[in-house]
């Protein structure tokens, strides 16, 4: 199914808060990275508009969106056009008072080949998501499950999506932290895994205290990689963004955007500070070769992992 | 129980074919890193000797040792001496035909805190331990088990070990590439990761590979560290040693020990040629004070990590 080839696309952008003059970038940055081979690209998370979750508004629900809706309907016809595969990051509505944090995946028919709504949700000052997104439920997989009729018993988020080009284990930012979600991903058969992101500093952060932050966000990434024997695809976002209440100084996020082979080993890395595409073509043969001589699928003690699913062993 | 500050010694060593230079080597490294205020001294994996699983050999089953044994019983007595506590590493005879890969804690009053047994074991060309070792089934805790009659429930092998200087999380080299070993080590409570280890290069390999390999050693247990806010300490063997059956080239064992902070910030880095002891005064509150600012912990999808316990999902 898959070629042994790849190149793939992670496309590091700045949000204005017109929501049409960064889709219509996104979508020119698209072109350009098809132009340049790419067969799958990646958006970063909530790549249509400034990240909102700085501050708890009610009238910030007004830019979420069904799927399929707007930006999955122009995202789905870019991929067609092009013939490629978008990994688009929306605000989902999916009901009256229920939204998600959710990765749609366009294919390059102009379907959608399956959707991740975010796992993990944080709540930390300036990253109030736990006020909009709801945990995400479910996966669907277009080959094997209708949406939104999926079965119950197969609702389990941690489901890579099944495309043309491999199958994606799709996960959003905080997502990154879990070493729990990459090892299902890749236990369910994924090729790579993905992380559109929104992650930043608080601009008046000590200088050491910054570095450690993004060292720690592309390492435990990186670490994904490792641990499962896959590429890593980190697209995030780039600029800096004002509280709209005034409260706090904002968040200057920190781009570095990066890809990195099933070693770790890094293929390319994008700079804190401007929009940047990230173009690589990856050997889908070497995931199959590293994990020949690190085998660590091989020895899990799955005999003695149960508590895993504790919250706490006390 | 914990002081504010803990200082914490690792040993890098290289190791001849005799074992009593080698512990007399290794006593001198602990008096060093002693006298230099160190309150825990960690030691590398199977330090006594050279690294015997580069060929399957019955012979080398007569390295082996009971617990308490022979090296057990002198570094409890340095322990005891120093007033610190020391975790070392040996093969361990269970019984006849049965043996372990296991670290040892010696509490500074000289009685043994606990051990662990290595849960996973790798089998690769030069490091055929699978020959050599039985997987750990069982931790014990002096506090709350005996030994050796632990009780079949609490034969978990991801138990920290508790000491005057805090719960040890002790893993062992090939268990680093686990992070679910790391998690269930936090997760009972763990104030540090520690992870004696044997780890090098196959002398002809490409330098490229090389740089890969032991990058991706650091950045996976860095990871261990940010996914769970704690401190990891891991020392690694440094040096070549023959294959004694002189079927390969060897192992240019790798050293680069190094002690990293809950944010996987490094604290202090060996060389990769030479023995080396590492010191660092840890600040045990800066785990709260991370995982106050990380929380991950408080957003684990335990309702959805069921799945951890599979070989594979199909």
Same mark, same amino acid.
């Given at each position: 199914?898959?070629?042994?080839?790849?190149?793939?696309?992670?496309?590091?952008?700045?949000?204005?808060?017109?929501?049409?003059?960064?889709?219509?970038?996104?979508?020119?940055?698209?072109?350009?990275?098809?132009?340049?081979?790419?067969?799958?690209?990646?958006?970063?998370?909530?790549?249509?508009?400034?990240?909102?979750?700085?501050?708890?508004?009610?009238?910030?629900?007004?830019?979420?969106?069904?799927?399929?809706?707007?930006?999955?309907?122009?995202?789905?016809?870019?991929?067609?056009?092009?013939?490629?595969?978008?990994?688009?990051?929306?605000?989902?509505?999916? +009901?009256?008072? /229920?939204?998600?944090? @959710? =990765?749609?995946?366009? #294919?390059?028919?102009?379907?959608? *080949?399956?959707?991740? $709504?975010?796992?993990?949700?944080?709540?930390?000052?300036?990253?109030?998501?736990?006020?909009?997104?709801?945990?995400?439920?479910?996966?669907?997989?277009?080959?094997?499950?209708?949406?939104?009729?999926?079965?119950?018993?197969?609702?389990?988020?941690?489901?890579?999506?099944?495309?043309?080009?491999?199958?994606?284990?799709?996960?959003?930012?905080?997502?990154?932290?879990?070493?729990?979600?990459?090892?299902?991903?890749?236990?369910?058969? +994924?090729?790579? /895994?993905?992380?559109? @992101? =929104?992650?930043?500093? #608080?601009?008046?952060?000590?200088? *050491?205290?910054?570095? $450690?932050?993004?060292?720690?966000?592309?390492?435990?990434?990186?670490?994904?990689?490792?641990?499962?024997?896959?590429?890593?695809?980190?697209?995030?976002?780039?600029?800096?963004?004002?509280?709209?209440?005034?409260?706090?100084?904002?968040?200057?996020?920190?781009?570095?955007?990066?890809?990195?082979?099933?070693?770790?080993?890094?293929?390319?890395?994008?700079?804190?500070?401007?929009?940047?595409?990230?173009?690589?073509?990856?050997?889908? +043969?070497?995931?199959?070769?590293?994990?020949?001589?690190?085998?660590?699928?091989?020895?899990?003690?799955?005999?003695?992992?149960?508590?895993?699913?504790?919250?706490?062993?006390?």
């Amino acid at each position: 199914m898959m070629n042994q080839t790849l190149k793939v696309a992670a496309i590091q952008q700045s949000c204005s808060t017109d929501k049409n003059a960064n889709l219509d970038a996104t979508e020119a940055h698209i072109k350009s990275c098809a132009q340049q081979g790419a067969q799958l690209v990646v958006l970063q998370e909530l790549h249509a508009t400034q990240y909102f979750c700085q501050s708890e508004e009610t009238r910030f629900f007004d830019l979420a969106e069904p799927i399929p809706g707007p930006t999955t309907q122009r995202m789905c016809k870019i991929a067609q056009s092009l013939g490629i595969v978008i990994v688009t990051s929306i605000f989902e509505k999916r +009901a009256p008072g /229920l939204y998600h944090n @959710t =990765a749609v995946v366009c #294919e390059k028919d102009g379907t959608i *080949a399956g959707i991740y $709504r975010k796992m993990h949700i944080p709540d930390d000052p300036g990253f109030y998501e736990k006020f909009y997104f709801t945990p995400g439920d479910a996966a669907f997989n277009a080959e094997t499950q209708p949406y939104p009729g999926v079965a119950e018993a197969t609702r389990n988020g941690f489901r890579p999506i099944k495309t043309s080009v491999g199958k994606l284990g799709i996960l959003v930012c905080w997502d990154q932290w879990y070493p729990e979600g990459a090892r299902l991903m890749a236990l369910a058969g +994924a090729d790579l /895994l993905i992380y559109p @992101t =929104a992650i930043g500093w #608080e601009p008046n952060e000590d200088v *050491a205290e910054k570095q $450690r932050q993004q060292e720690a966000w592309v390492t435990i990434q990186r670490a994904h990689a490792i641990a499962n024997g896959i590429p890593v695809i980190a697209p995030n976002r780039v600029g800096f963004e004002a509280d709209p209440t005034g409260h706090s100084d904002g968040i200057d996020f920190w781009g570095h955007s990066f890809i990195c082979g099933p070693q770790g080993e890094f293929l390319a890395k994008a700079s804190s500070n401007q929009p940047e595409n990230l173009i690589v073509e990856l050997d889908m +043969a070497r995931s199959e070769s590293v994990r020949r001589i690190w085998p660590y699928l091989r020895d899990r003690r799955v005999d003695a992992y149960g508590e895993l699913t504790k919250r706490y062993i006390d």
